[in-house]
């Protein structure tokens, strides 16, 4: 099982410096396993295909700096430390792995089964730290006590991906995926959005205000 678990790792390590230089759709599994010096048969024994592998990278990934940010939530002391930690965190991956993601795939009508379960993938982790982030801001007191975590943070991050949808189509005929200035400016406007919206969630108390009311 070890052995087995280290060669898949040897995989996804070859295929993420194929895909982040040429991106899924340019890269193909004879470059994989040339790559690794192996047959292509040998590739086929850990991975059915090359989805397969951009799946098991894409997890890994977020795997790795979700984990990350979930330790830091625990040590944090305010929400505004979370989300800047948790903005620097995706402006790097955007940044350093445009390609990964693949800009042209979000702005299809009806997206591949891959696309699908990379999103699905990447919306459950996002709403799962965001609600921790969300209980973490209840627990010190920066937010309202009777704001749902796992509501709040489902709605914000619906809201986070159409804003991310909306760009992309908006930069289809154009985008440059070296034009770093243009990512960071789509990461100001999520700023902006993740302030309006926990700005919304603190709690404000007025003299005759019930402690259990929100905005």
Known sequence: MAELDQK???ILEAALKRFKRFGLSKTTMEEIARDLEI?????????????????????????????????????????DAIIN?????????????????????????????????????????????????????????????????DTTAQL????????????CKWQATSFDPHDRNGLRCFMERERQVLYIFFNGLRYKPTINQDRHSCM
């Open 39 to 79: 047959s292509k048969g040998s590739l086929y024994y850990y991975f059915s295909d090359k989805e397969s592998i951009y799946v098991a990278v894409v997890e890994r990934m977020i795997a790795d700096c979700f984990f990350d940010m979930s330790a830091y939530v625990e040590e944090a002391t305010s929400t």
């Open 8 to 10: 898949r790792t040897l």
């Open 156 to 167: 914000l991050v619906n809201v986070l991906f159409g804003l991310w949808v909306i760009w």
């Open 85 to 149: 930690r948790y903005l620097e965190l995706k402006e790097r991956m955007l940044v350093e792995y445009h390609f990964l993601f693949g800009i042209n795939e979000w702005i299809k009508d009806v997206p591949s089964s891959r696309m699908r379960q990379t999103i699905e993938l990447l919306q459950t982790v996002e709403v799962s730290f965001l609600s921790a982030t969300i209980r973490k801001g209840i627990s010190i007191g920066e937010l309202c006590e009777a704001t749902d975590p």
